[in-house]
């Protein structure tokens, strides 16, 4: 059954007055991560998202100057996001609730709607896999790793993953879940041992919150769509706004669109 995008609605409208993480909102809608930058830089990290699929699958890109999504008619990019970063030359200057007066500094922004692990975390539930973040009540641990991105123009960076812990004898069946959504990072990159990550300490995410991981469990690590913000980090654009890790702009479109 298609999910009612009355729902959706309703939870873009919760965001308004919430700073919440966005895991298990609105179950069934595709969440997204969200980059806006100026016009002159737009083609490099659309490039840049080409090279790096895996943490950077572009589901939407806007005509310069738009605040329009076409995944969610009728909702605003500069609103309907509940927590935003504003980048200056590559640091973070603010973080707001509402980006329309930042929006307006550069009436050219090109915004790319970048799927998010969050559209699998549904049917790994439905499977009795608990998605641990949810279960807690947090937002979901994400760190920078030692892997590098592919470059492109002026942008580079490092991947930035996101972690669930997953009991051993469910690894499998989750990376299978999750492999069934390329176009929202799909399978695992990395399995166990955070160290293959150049990750010195899953207690000390570099965003969100950490979560227990229990006996028997294994930690599983998924491309995350805040690698944009290392990029922005690393390659320090003169202006840039980004969602704050975890806090997604909740679409319009059923997961199920993304399920090969």
């Keep these: 059954m298609r999910p009612d995008p009355a729902s959706a609605a309703a939870a873009r409208l919760a965001c308004r007055s919430t700073v919440a993480p966005t895991a298990g909102m609105a179950?069934?809608?595709?969440?997204?991560?969200?980059?806006?930058?100026?016009?002159?830089?737009a083609w490099d990290f659309l490039l840049f998202a080409q090279r790096n699929p895996k943490p950077c699958p572009v589901l939407d890109v806007t005509d310069p100057g738009s605040h329009q999504a076409a995944l969610a008619p009728g909702a605003d990019l500069r609103t309907d996001i509940p927590l935003y970063r504003i980048w200056r030359g590559g640091l973070l200057a603010d973080e707001v609730a509402d980006a329309t007066e930042a929006w307006a500094e550069?009436?050219?922004?090109?915004?790319?709607?970048?799927?998010?692990?969050?559209?699998?975390?549904?049917?790994?539930?439905?499977?009795?896999?608990?998605?641990?973040?949810?279960?807690?009540g947090c937002n979901v641990p994400m760190y920078l790793t030692s892997r590098a991105c592919r470059p492109a123009g002026r942008l580079h960076g490092q991947m930035v993953v996101s972690m669930r812990p997953i009991p051993a004898d469910r690894v499998a069946e989750a990376a299978m879940i999750s492999g069934r959504f390329p176009a929202v990072h799909g399978a695992p990159v990395h399995?166990?041992?955070?160290?293959?990550?150049?990750?010195?300490?899953?207690?000390?995410?570099?965003?969100?919150?950490?979560?227990q991981i229990r006996e028997g469990e294994v930690p599983v690590f998924w491309a995350c769509g805040v690698t944009p913000q290392a990029a922005v980090m690393a390659s320090k654009p003169p202006f840039a706004i980004t969602h704050a890790p975890g806090h997604?702009?909740?679409?319009?479109?059923?997961?199920?669109?993304?399920?090969?």
């Design 106 to 136: 550069h009436p050219d922004l090109v915004t790319f709607l970048i799927g998010c692990s969050f559209t699998f975390e549904t049917p790994l539930q439905a499977a009795g896999i608990e998605v641990r973040h949810i279960a807690q």
């Design 27 to 41: 179950p069934g809608f595709t969440q997204c991560n969200m980059i806006s930058l100026p016009r002159d830089w």
């Design 191 to 211: 399995v166990g041992d955070p160290g293959g990550l150049g990750i010195p300490d899953l207690s000390r995410p570099d965003f969100g919150d950490p979560v």
């Design 248 to 260: 997604m702009f909740v679409t319009d479109i059923p997961d199920s669109q993304w399920q090969v």
